[in-house]
């Protein structure tokens, strides 16, 4: 584990320079992603063991990690920090530089090695291999998948036709859940802790997919984005007839 204690913060002490070159601490969501990728290829590169649970998780962390990188980059790219970064910055005074540091990359880098543990458990596995639990993980990572890439697509979809200026995104697979993109998020990570536990890591990989549920549901997700969401008019029917988390069929109050 020192190996992957290391990378992540190296990592994330290289991203933290560059923000501060650039002023824009809001560069670590675009590094977020791409940083397992770079973590789990980079164990797999280092140990020189990989079984096949580890190359199936590694496979699937840079499909996801990609894809959500490329997402953020081409929505970020080009302009101001982000207004939370912004209002922290501003909060945070000639305090900035230090909090930065700590509450920002230094966190998400402890974040980073929770959330990274189903693979990098698997590398000191000793138990044996169960291809059925394997592919009912892969199969929840592909649903997990589908909600987020698609979530995101159909919002972005949305958000680029001028007749929905102002309005709230209710369509598509946003008429189940009012979260689709951390709902997928969340499943991937199940999926991936299904996939490290059958491929004989210890209890310790479900701490990755506990701890994302609950910063999603809890915490950095869905709060933040209902309270935003929430000073739309058309917001409180939308909540009574659309599941905040778990996709579901839409109830008929509210129509």
Known sequence: MIESILLIFVY?????????VIKNNSIVDMGWGIGFVLVAWALVILKGNASPAILIITVLTTLWGVRLFYHILKRNLGKPEDFR????????????????FL????????FMFIISLPIITLFTSKGSLHWIGIG???????????????GDYQLKQFISNPLNKGKLMTEGLWAYTRHPN????ATMWWGIGIIALS?????????????ITYLLVYVSGVPLLEKSMSKRPEFKAYAERTSIFIPWFPLNKGR
Do not use: N
Not at 12 to 20: G, K, M, S, T, Y
Not at 86 to 97: D, L, N, Q, S
Not at 103 to 110: D, I, R, S
């Open 182 to 185: 951390y709902f997928g998020e």
């Open 85 to 100: 970064y912004a209002k922290w910055r501003e909060e945070w005074g000639k305090w900035v530089v230090p909090r930065a």
């Open 199 to 211: 491929g004989g890591s210890s209890w310790l990989a479900v701490l990755s997919p506990v701890t």
């Open 12 to 20: 994330f002490f290289a991203l933290f320079i560059v923000a501060q």
């Open 103 to 110: 509450q920002v990359f230094m966190l998400q880098g402890f």
């Open 136 to 150: 009912l993980g892969i199969a929840i990572w592909s649903i997990g998948f589908y909600f987020e890439a698609m």
